[in-house]
Nanobody
Framework: DVQLVESGGGSVQAGGSLSLSCAASGNLGYTWIMGWFRQAPGKEREGIAS???????TYALSVKGRFTISHDSTNNTLYLQMNNLTPEDTAMYYC????????????????????????WGQGTQVTVS
């Protein structure tokens, strides 16, 4: 199994920045996808950014140009740099991962779906005021 632990959430004023981290333990294999989701109160969980073993990235329109996803293979940690935050970004943020070769599908469809990911972290809260 793979365990994911997020950190870096907190409170920030509108226009500010936050960086989230997701430490992954366990082996996803050679082909994998990792992503970030968020869920605001009363709303469905939204896939906002993903990356894969090829180093490609996909973003939801709601965050494109403001958020950057990256993966450090030396410590198997996923990051999400969030800039120019707005109150609409307030949500619980989740890290997710899967060992299947789905990066191409995500890039082709441009949609990051929950059922692509088997492993999930517990989430970290981001509040923008």
């Amino acid at each position: 199994d793979v365990q994911l632990v997020e950190s870096g959430g907190g409170s920030v004023q509108a226009g500010g920045s936050l960086s989230l981290s997701c430490a992954a333990s366990g082996n996803l294999g050679y082909t994998w996808i990792m992503g970030w989701f968020r869920q605001a109160p009363g709303k469905e969980r939204e896939g906002i950014a993903s990356t894969d073993n090829d180093g490609s990235s996909t973003y939801a329109l709601s965050v494109k140009g403001r958020f950057t996803i990256s993966h450090d293979s030396t410590n198997n940690t996923l990051y999400l740099q969030m800039n120019n935050l707005t109150p609409e970004d307030t949500a619980m943020y989740y890290c997710a991962a899967d060992g299947r070769e789905l990066g191409g599908l995500i890039r082709t469809l441009g949609v990051i779906k929950e059922h692509y990911f088997e492993f999930w972290g517990q989430g970290t809260q981001v509040t923008v005021s």
